[in-house]
């Protein structure tokens, strides 16, 4: 089993930045992708970010390219989404989510593939 536990989140305003992070423990792997998923109110899940975890390998929804950077550090078994220049659309709950093993690419980006999911963090932008 692996856990997952976010944190990071809270209030900024419009043009503000946070960072979110998702500490990974239990039986950690050396393959796989780990990703970010938001959720806004009446709204689905929908895909933010992902980094493969060996590879360095990174995806982005085209809604926070050149807004928002995934990153990890395996060390610590942690991925950060730093969030910059934040917009009212970004709030949110944002969840972590990881799977082992390899995923094909045109699948990173919906939930499916993964098999383990953090509780969320709230991520909530003012104008």
């Known amino acids: 089993q692996v856990q997952l536990v976010e944190s990071g989140g809270g209030l900024v305003q419009a043009g503000g930045s946070l960072r979110v992070s998702c500490a990974a423990s239990g039986r950690t792997f050396s393959r796989g992708v780990m990703g970010w998923f938001r959720q806004a109110p009446g709204k689905e899940r929908e895909f933010v970010a992902a980094?493969?975890?060996?590879?360095?390998?990174?995806y982005y929804a085209d809604s926070v390219k050149g807004r928002f950077t995934i990153s990890r550090d395996n060390a610590k078994n942690t991925v950060y989404l730093q969030m910059n220049s934040l917009k009212p659309e970004d709030t949110a709950v944002h969840y972590c989510a990881a799977v082992q093993g390899y995923v094909p690419s045109n699948y990173i980006a919906t939930p499916w593939p993964y098999d383990y999911w953090g509780q969320g963090t709230q991520v909530t932008v003012s104008s």
């Open positions: 980094i493969s975890w060996s590879g360095g390998d990174t």
